[in-house]
T-cell receptor, first 110, second 111 residues
């Protein structure tokens, strides 16, 4: 069965303190790995899509990387507005659509 | 361009009732997916429709059903509501089976 786990469950950073979030996955055939940001009570906001091991994508203070078993979301010099839950999802080959991890709840303190 | 829209934003129902949630995809997107998100968890896949045909179904009971219309909008129906159906229901659209873009969700509360 396809599974996605994320760690840590929650992370508290001081403004400017860089860190990384982890997404580990077990999937029969990976078509893509997706990162989303979700603010409380709102729908997930798309950040990145990664398709193959070794691929990297960047957007402002965020950088996503992918290996054969996990993905990392690196946050450089975060600001309070980066506080949100970050969700990782995988798309497999069997029509089961996206399988989401439980998310990492990030708090950035000023 | 407008993003994915969902209606209503909030809904309160009692156990045993029926509910219909609606979704309009991004213009040009032909695929719509539905997810249930319980507080503190990631979204869980319910259905995917592409070109009005069901393409995928998650592990949900038959009380859950959906359909897609010729204009690619979609409805999610839930019969015989249970307390455990209380959740944020998310709709996502995509061009095909690629990146999915989510709407703001419908918050359903079952009393």
């Amino acid at each position: 069965e396809d599974q996605v786990t994320q760690s840590p469950e929650a992370l508290r950073l001081q403004e400017g303190e860089s860190s990384s979030l982890n997404c580990s996955y077990t999937v029969s055939g990976l078509r893509g790995l997706f990162w989303y940001r979700q603010d409380p009570g709102k729908g997930p906001e798309f950040l990145f899509t990664l398709y193959s091991a070794g691929e990297e994508k960047e957007k402002e203070r965020l950088k996503a990387t992918l290996t054969k078993k996990e993905s990392f979301l690196h946050i450089t010099a975060p600001k309070p507005e980066d506080s949100a839950t970050y969700l990782c999802a995988v798309d497999n080959n069997y029509g089961q659509n996206f399988v989401f991890g439980p998310g990492t709840r990030l708090s950035v303190l000023p | 361009d407008a993003g994915v829209t969902q209606s209503p934003t909030h809904l309160i129902k009692t156990r045993g009732q029926h509910v219909t949630l609606r979704c309009s995809p991004i213009s040009g997107h032909k695929s719509v997916s539905w997810y249930q998100q319980v507080l503190g968890q990631g979204p869980q896949f319910i259905f995917q429709y592409y070109e009005k045909e069901e393409r995928g179904r998650g592990n949900f009971p038959d009380r859950f059903s959906a359909r897609q219309f010729p204009n690619y909008s979609s409805e999610l129906n839930v019969n015989a509501l249970l307390l455990g159906d209380s959740a944020l229901y998310l709709c996502a659209s995509s061009l095909d089976t690629d990146t999915q873009y989510f709407g703001p969700g419908t918050r359903l509360t079952v009393l």
